[in-house]
């Protein structure tokens, strides 16, 4: 299985942007489903994005729509979440995630490769 590194994170005030990405360590994303998690401190994981790899629909939980923009270079086989206008409660470990072309996207479950996580802190 291809391994999923997470890169971008950091801490920033509230309304700032950030720009996390994700690749597969050298490997291709064929055509599965690439997500983007979040898990604040303290609370479940939850879905914020995700993409079809082959064909480019994107989905966004209500948390974050109009704000995050999910989007892919096949290129580089590598991921990207834009954040914008970052508030505190965006604030979690930041998680990419790939599956099959299938899933339900908004059930972590069904996600079968996962990265380690990358840290976004917004401050007030």
């Known amino acids: 299985q291809a391994q999923l590194v997470e890169s971008g994170g950091g801490l920033v005030q509230s309304g700032a942007s950030l720009r996390l990405s994700c690749s597969a360590g050298?490997?291709?994303?064929?055509?599965?489903?690439l997500g983007w998690f979040r898990q604040p401190p303290g609370k479940e994981r939850e879905f914020v994005a995700a993409?079809?790899?082959?064909?480019?629909?994107?989905y966004y939980s209500d948390s974050v729509k109009g704000r995050f923009t999910i989007s892919k270079d096949t290129r580089r086989n590598t991921l990207y979440l834009q954040m914008n206008n970052l508030k505190p409660e965006d604030t979690a470990v930041y998680y990419c995630?790939?599956?099959?072309?299938?899933?339900?996207?908004?059930?972590?479950?069904?996600?079968?490769?996962w990265g380690q996580g990358t840290q976004v802190t917004v401050s007030s």
């Open positions: 993409i079809q790899w082959t064909g480019g629909r994107t």
């Open positions: 050298g490997r291709t994303f064929g055509t599965k489903t």
């Open positions: 995630a790939a599956g099959p072309p299938d899933i339900t996207v908004l059930r972590r479950g069904q996600y079968d490769t």
